[in-house]
C-alpha cells in the first residue's frame, strides 16, 4: 500500500529519446510535485499541481512537460532527452489546508540517459 | 550564493555521541524550516518542523535562529540507524497559496559501532 508510487524506478535511455515518468499517491492529498536531486544532491522543485491546476513552474526546459489526469496523478514527460537530464526524479504530495511542508516522496525515479 | 547551505560532512561519530549540524538560509523572507532525511539512494522524510521557539522530539532539538538566518539540528545519543544524509528546508513566502520548498543538499552523518 505505497502511499507515493512513481514507475519506473529506473529508466536508462539513448539521447534523444522522449520517455515518461508516472506518479501516483493514494492519500487525497490535493498538491503533487516533481523535483530533480542532480548529482550533486541538490534537491530542485520543478513543477507542482493543486487539484489539476498548474501552480508552481519554475525554470525547466519546456522538453518537461507535467500533465494531471485528476488530483492522484501527476505524470512527468520529457521530449528529446539529453546528457544533462541524468538525475533522481521525485514525485512528492503534500496534505490539503497547509502550505505544502509535509511532502511525502515517492521512492524516486533513477534517469540515466546515455 | 546557495540559498540554503550546509556543510556536506560526513560527520563520523561513534554511537551515543552528540551531534551537531547547522545550515544557514539566504531567503530573509522564509517562513518554515524544516530538517528532513534521506538514507541512502532513498527518497527524504520529513524529520521534524523548526520553531522559532526551537522544538524537541525524543532525542532531536531543532531550533532556529531568524537575526542569523541559521538553522540547527542537534542530535544526542546517536543510533547507527542515525546515519543518513539530514536535509535542511526553507519554506519561501506564500506564492498563490503554496510555499516552495528550498532543499539544502545535506549533511551526511555515519554513526559507527
Known amino acids: 500500500d505505497t502511499a507515493v508510487s512513481q514507475t519506473p524506478k529506473y529508466l536508462v535511455t539513448q539521447m534523444g529519446n522522449d520517455k515518461s515518468i508516472k506518479c501516483e499517491q493514494n492519500l487525497g492529498h490535493d498538491t503533487m510535485y516533481w523535483y530533480k536531486q542532480d548529482s550533486k544532491k541538490f534537491l530542485k522543485i520543478m513543477f507542482s499541481?493543486?487539484?489539476?491546476?498548474?501552480?508552481i513552474n519554475e525554470t525547466v526546459p519546456n522538453r518537461f512537460s507535467p500533465k494531471s489526469p485528476d488530483k492522484a496523478h501527476l505524470n512527468l514527460h520529457i521530449n528529446s532527452l539529453e546528457l544533462g537530464d541524468s538525475a533522481v526524479y521525485f514525485c512528492?504530495?503534500?496534505?490539503?489546508?497547509?502550505?505544502?511542508?509535509?511532502?511525502?516522496f515517492g521512492s524516486g525515479t533513477q534517469l540515466s540517459v546515455l | 550564493r546557495k540559498e540554503v547551505e550546509q556543510d556536506p560532512g560526513p560527520f563520523n561519530v561513534p554511537e551515543g555521541a552528540t551531534v551537531a549540524f547547522n545550515c544557514t538560509y539566504s531567503?530573509?523572507?522564509?517562513?518554515?524550516f524544516f530538517w528532513y532525511r534521506q538514507d541512502c539512494r532513498k527518497e527524504p522524510k520529513l524529520l521534524m518542523s523548526v520553531y522559532s521557539s526551537g522544538n524537541e522530539d525524543g532525542r532531536f532539538t531543532a531550533q532556529l535562529n531568524r537575526a542569523s538566518q541559521y538553522i540547527s539540528l542537534l542530535i544526542r545519543d546517536s543510533k547507527l540507524s542515525d546515519s543518513a544524509t539530514y536535509l535542511c528546508?526553507?519554506?519561501?513566502?506564500?506564492?498563490?497559496?503554496?510555499?516552495?520548498?528550498?532543499f539544502g543538499s545535506g549533511t551526511r552523518l555515519q554513526v559507527q559501532p
Open positions: 512528492a504530495s503534500s496534505p490539503p489546508g497547509g502550505a505544502g511542508e509535509k511532502l511525502f
Open positions: 528546508v526553507a519554506g519561501g513566502p506564500m506564492d498563490t497559496g503554496r510555499r516552495a520548498l528550498t
Open positions: 499541481y493543486n487539484n489539476k491546476e498548474l501552480i
Open positions: 531567503n530573509s523572507a522564509s517562513q518554515s
